[in-house]
T-cell receptor
């Protein structure tokens, strides 16, 4: 049973470039969540998606950030024109439904130089 | 409540001792709570959960206590082992218009001394 798979594990981008982070949920899970974590801090909610739909994006910055979870394929978190402040660990989680534990991947560590 | 960017609280215990990690949550309407363990370089790993209709739940070497009156959650780890060293987060599940959002607490770094 594969857990949540995220790739790449590490991503380095220069300021102004685009970052694409991928997440394959646990097989059979249709709910996907993205969280951001800065060093020595907790995880901050970004967005919650079900297949093809964004349910809650209240934690997403208004500009440059977008997320999708297409009918086929992984969920993608996209950051356009990255800035140094975007450097963080980005975690994806999935669940089979509400009020179920979230299963987390091992994250993508984004470094913007 | 959510992390406010301070250094993580730390707790050091001797191997074999019991440890208690505390957490205060913010939303009195939250009815589902989870404890996660995060090791360096990894994602949070589920430890144990509890629903608001309970005040205690036990797992293997772990016990979660919930006090809804004061909005307090604790995680007890019995007979700690070196592998228990990690950062521990409590999380409350908030349901808004049918959508689930897990809100994490600040976290506590647990260090097990040999």
């Amino acid at each position: 049973n594969a857990g949540v798979m995220q790739n790449p594990r590490h991503l380095v981008r220069r300021r102004g470039q685009e970052a694409r982070l991928r997440c394959s949920p646990v097989k059979g899970h249709s709910h996907v969540y993205w969280y951001r974590q800065l060093p020595e801090e907790g995880l901050k909610f970004m967005v919650y998606l079900q297949k093809e739909n964004i349910i809650d994006e209240s934690g997403m910055p208004k500009e440059r950030f977008s997320a999708e979870f297409p009918k086929e394929g992984p969920s993608i978190l996209r950051i356009q024109q990255v800035v140094r402040g975007d450097s963080a660990a980005y975690f994806c989680a999935s669940s089979p439904g509400a009020k179920s534990p979230l299963h987390f991947g091992n994250g993508t560590r984004l470094t913007v130089t | 409540g959510e992390s406010v960017g301070l250094h993580l609280p730390t707790l050091s215990v001797q191997e074999g001792d019991n440890s208690i990690i505390n957490c205060a949550y913010s939303n009195s309407a939250s009815d589902y709570f989870i404890w996660y363990k995060q090791e360096s370089g990894k994602g949070p790993q589920f430890i144990i959960d509890i629903r608001s209709n309970m005040d205690k739940r036990q797992g293997q070497r772990v016990t979660v206590l919930l006090n809804k009156t004061v909005k307090h959650l604790s995680l007890q780890i019995a007979a700690t082992q070196p592998g228990d060293s990690a950062v521990y987060f409590c999380a409350e599940n908030i349901i808004i218009q049918g959508a689930q959002k897990l809100v994490f607490g600040q976290g506590t770094r647990l260090t097990i001394n040999p």
